[in-house]
Nanobody, 123 residues
Framework: VQLQASGGGLVQAGGSLRLSCAAS????????MGWFRQAPGKERELVAA????????YVADSVKGRFTISRDNAKNTMYLRMNSLKPEDTAVYYC?????????????????WGQGTLVTVSS
């Protein structure tokens, strides 16, 4: 599967953005999907993940209540709705796919990666 992330940009603190991850190839619905982010000088970290059907999600504590992950298997697309953005949310955001049944939280457990989209939150 090939992944293409989009929707990043510059936004003021308190603002919102929606990221999209479009997948090409077969069987999008057979992949667990995730959003990761990497800020300068920091490790890549999981922001949120979603099960193959979309019925189960994981959201990191740092963004819980502000970010929502979703997917539309008919459109081969995953989303990340980000509200109440903070300067510390500034990072390159990556989408990733995992060819397993269960949701995972470590980047090593994901098999395919998109190119990343930059989110910059100004104070």
């Amino acid at each position: 599967v090939q992944l293409q992330a989009s929707g990043g940009g510059l936004v003021q603190a308190g603002g919102s953005l929606r990221l999209s991850c479009a997948a090409s190839g077969r069987n999008f619905s057979s992949y667990v999907m995730g959003w990761f982010r990497q800020a300068p000088g920091k490790e890549r970290e999981l922001v949120a993940a979603i099960s193959r059907s979309g019925s189960s999600t994981y959201v990191a504590d740092s963004v819980k209540g502000r970010f929502t992950i979703s997917r539309d298997n008919a459109k081969n697309t995953m989303y990340l709705r980000m509200n109440s953005l903070k300067p510390e949310d500034t990072a390159v955001y990556y989408c990733a796919a995992r060819n397993r049944i269960d949701i995972a939280t470590m980047k090593e457990e994901f098999d395919y990666w998109g190119q990343g989209t930059l989110v910059t939150v100004s104070s």
